[in-house]
């Protein structure tokens, strides 16, 4: 039996939707795996709670979260090797919002333990900085979703979009690109970016490629956060789009080749989106961890049994150790 699984290289990390919704589906993959001694990727968990600046997919966790509830999330994620990444994408912020109470808290225990910040608005990009010189910014992939697709998709090409991200890289540590980037002209001419090590390479997308839809799809989710209804106009293309429900297959999903020429080319970042795509722990175990390292043999059969019945006790464990 092999000590450890690096699919694509021992150098490779992972951005997973763990955080505030699937760290226990992690931890229970990790626990197990530790029995056996075998070693696994660096994941940095992405997600948020509900909180004036998030954005996206509606977060799992309505409520506000008591200090202590929050540092045991960050406890526990620092016990099973994830790296805390707050996705604060909203695209509307005003220098208003950052007056929240709520939201200030977050950020102000998320940049005590080192988390990694997702962030969209350049009002909040300084805001943080301001905080901490050295906190890690990574430049959301809304940004160039909102600037290269739907109605903005005419201000397109490869020059534009390719000099896009190498402006964010002068001021992000990570800077995330469309699917359709990373498996065209990245994959393609690698040499067009100029740090590829710093680039994230989103390889899924539940949407079609380059959705006319995009910028309205997203507005619309935001929205929700508010408590507004969703205009049809505003619906994703895919729910009018018949579609089997694992989302890895349905819309932009790179293939394994591609996702092997990137790494070939210096890509040493990864991400999968998911954030509330899968309320099940046993899919999400079945739809990212062996949709990305492809286990078979006896390591398959640790996972088997792992989706068995020992989820059910890990979680339990989870929400017995949050409430203690």
């Known amino acids: 039996m092999e000590n450890q699984i690096f699919k694509y290289g021992k150098d490779i990390t992972w951005s997973l939707p763990i955080l505030f919704e699937h760290e226990p589906a992690w931890g229970s993959i990790?626990?197990?795996?530790?029995?056996?001694?075998?070693?696994?990727?660096?994941?940095?968990?992405?997600?948020?709670?509900?909180?004036?600046?998030?954005?996206?997919?509606?977060?799992?966790?309505?409520?506000?979260?008591?200090?202590?509830?929050?540092l045991k999330i960050y406890n526990y994620c620092k016990e099973m090797d994830i790296t805390p990444s707050l996705t604060l994408t909203y695209t509307q912020l005003t220098k208003d919002d950052l007056k929240d109470r709520y939201s200030n808290y977050i950020l102000d225990m998320a940049l005590e333990i080192g988390a990694h910040f997702i962030v969209y608005s350049d009002i909040l990009f300084n805001y943080i900085k301001e905080k901490d010189p050295n906190a890690y910014m990574v430049a959301s992939v809304i940004q160039s979703q909102l600037k290269f697709q739907g109605e903005n998709r005419k201000n397109w090409s490869i020059e534009n979009e390719?000099?896009?991200?190498?402006?964010?890289?002068?001021?992000?540590?990570?800077?995330?690109?469309?699917?359709?980037?990373?498996?065209?002209?990245?994959?393609?001419?690698?040499?067009?970016?100029?740090?590829?090590?710093?680039?994230?390479?989103?390889?899924?997308?539940?949407?079609?490629?380059?959705?006319?839809?995009?910028?309205?799809?997203?507005?619309?989710?935001?929205?929700l956060h508010k408590g507004y209804e969703i205009h049809d106009n505003f619906r994703c293309v895919l729910e009018e789009i018949?579609?089997?429900?694992?989302?890895?297959?349905?819309?932009?999903?790179?293939?394994?080749?591609?996702?092997q020429m990137l790494v070939d080319s210096g890509v040493k970042h990864l991400k999968l989106q998911g954030r509330g795509m899968s309320h099940s722990t046993e899919a999400l175990a079945h739809g990212l961890f062996m949709r990305i390292f492809e286990i078979e043999g006896m390591n398959y059969h640790i996972l088997e049994r792992l989706l068995c019945g020992r989820t059910n006790k890990e979680i339990q464990e989870f929400v017995n150790y949050l409430n203690s």
């Open 30 to 70: 990790k626990k197990l795996y530790r029995e056996f001694e075998i070693e696994l990727p660096q994941v940095n968990g992405f997600g948020c709670c509900a909180m004036a600046w998030t954005g996206g997919r509606e977060p799992k966790l309505r409520s506000e979260l008591e200090p202590k509830f929050l």
């Open 162 to 223: 390719t000099n896009h991200y190498n402006e964010l890289l002068k001021k992000y540590d990570l800077v995330v690109v469309r699917p359709e980037y990373s498996m065209g002209p990245l994959v393609e001419n690698p040499n067009l970016i100029d740090d590829i090590s710093r680039i994230e390479a989103l390889i899924n997308q539940r949407c079609v490629p380059n959705c006319p839809r995009a910028k309205q799809h997203y507005l619309g989710t935001e929205s």
């Open 242 to 259: 018949p579609k089997d429900i694992n989302f890895l297959k349905n819309g932009v999903c790179h293939d394994k080749e591609t996702v």
